[in-house]
């Protein structure tokens, strides 16, 4: 993002309403819901749910986040079209979209103040309506500008005007393989799924979770947001990205399930992929400052978690809990061992814990204070704690 001239900023701005964004969601909504109901069939809900991680993992999050927009590590350039490709069919739009997407926020949210709807400060619907159906147009936008090895690329600009298209190939092979109801729980029920949890874990992100990093002098703080992990994979952990913006891994501690950075180091291990980027390799920021958790916050000047119903936390925890628990039972099946009852009742508790928590959280929030890491060496120090922790 280019400054344009210095009347260029981020706060004055309007929404106004995306046609082709808001038409494109409605009309795979419709299609889910009326179209799911009548074609409803175990083994299409299963392909569906197995194409949407996958498409999310590879695509998504690996693809389009941690390589085209961080560049937080390397690969070649068929695995890297393939990896797009996966991210355009999730269905947010071509890879030069994305990419601007991704840029214009990043670039409002490193200033003092910006326009609410670059960090998700709304109520929940309002921000909902905003985000999927609409668009800001900002009254002196900066000049956007791709890299040349991305926006030059026949390939990527092929995929750009095309990104609706393909979905296409995807509809004939689940049409081949399984009738109307693979083609609409694999594309139209995946994608309303895939754009409507990417909304709604954007806005939990910069609303309520725990944090382990401060960034001075941004609008907006991210925040690492627990049991959604594994199905998010990884994404969810959003004050690590905002610390480590460049780091391939996002979930930093043993406890924070980063599937992305798994898949990660599988293909690293069969040479497909090289140069993982970890916040260690990256430049100090000297605008980064560790949280002490230990002690509660009387900093009044902390930004104040936003208020997550319970309902949505609710829900969460018993998705979060329920794939734990159907992950385990499918892995004894799969190996024919003998179901293992005492396994099944920990998770049980797990999902049980999990909602306490987030209901106890409510109840009792305790914002972290934080202290100024006074130079690069206990700043490193830090970081290696808490990977290793
Ligand atoms: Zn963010
Ligand atoms: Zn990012």
């Known amino acids: 993002m ?64 941690r390589l085209l927009v961080h560049r937080s590590f390397e690969c070649p350039r068929w695995l890297e079209y393939a990896f797009v490709h996966l991210g355009t ?46 668009d800001i147009r900002l009254d002196h936008p900066p000049k956007f500008e791709i890299e040349p090895r991305v926006g030059n690329d026949r390939m990527y600009q ?48 910069h609303n309520s979770g725990q944090r382990d990093w401060h960034v001075s002098g941004h609008a907006i703080q991210g925040y690492n947001v627990p049991h959604i992990g594994l199905i998010t994979m990884g994404e969810s952990w959003h004050n690590n990205h905002h610390a480590f913006p460049g780091s391939a891994k996002l979930g930093l501690l043993p406890s924070q399930h980063d599937p992305g950075w798994w898949a990660l180091c599988v293909l690293r291990a069969i040479g497909l992929v090289s140069h993982l980027k970890l916040p260690a390799d990256l430049p100090e920021r000297s605008e980064l400052v560790p949280i002490n958790q230990e002690r509660p916050n009387n900093n009044p000047a902390n930004p104040t978690p936003g208020n997550i119903p319970l309902w949505i936390r609710a829900l969460l925890t018993a998705v979060d809990g329920l794939l734990v ?42 914002f972290p204070t934080h202290q100024k890491a006074s130079n690069r060496k206990s700043l490193r120090k830090t970081i290696k704690h808490l990977i290793k922790r």
């Open 2 to 65: 280019l400054r344009q001239s210095d009347r260029t900023n981020p706060v004055e701005g309007r929404i106004v309403w995306a046609p082709v964004k808001s038409l494109w969601f409605l009309f795979h909504a419709f299609f889910a819901m009326i179209g799911g109901y009548l074609t409803f069939r175990y083994d299409a809900v299963f392909v569906s749910f197995v194409f949407t991680l996958t498409t999310l993992c590879l695509g998504h999050s690996i693809g389009l986040h």
């Open 89 to 134: 069919v999730v269905g947010m739009g071509g890879p030069f979209r994305i990419l601007y997407m991704h840029d214009i926020r990043d670039w409002s949210q490193r200033h003092e103040s910006c326009h609410r709807y670059f960090i998700h400060q709304n109520p929940l619907w309002r921000d909902f309506l905003w985000q999927i159906h609409c």
């Open 158 to 205: 092929f995929m750009e005007r095309t990104w609706m298209l393909q979905q296409l190939p995807w509809a004939v092979l689940f049409y081949a393989l399984g009738g109307a109801a693979y083609v609409v729980w694999g594309i139209s029920v995946r994608i309303t799924v895939s754009l409507f949890g990417h909304w709604l874990v954007g806005y939990l992100a």
């Open 325 to 366: 628990q159907n992950a385990m039972l499918n892995a004894q099946t799969l190996f024919g061992l003998p179901l293992n009852w005492r396994l099944f009742d920990l998770s049980l508790s797990k999902v049980a814990l999990c909602f306490t928590w987030n209901v106890r959280s409510i109840a009792h929030v305790n």
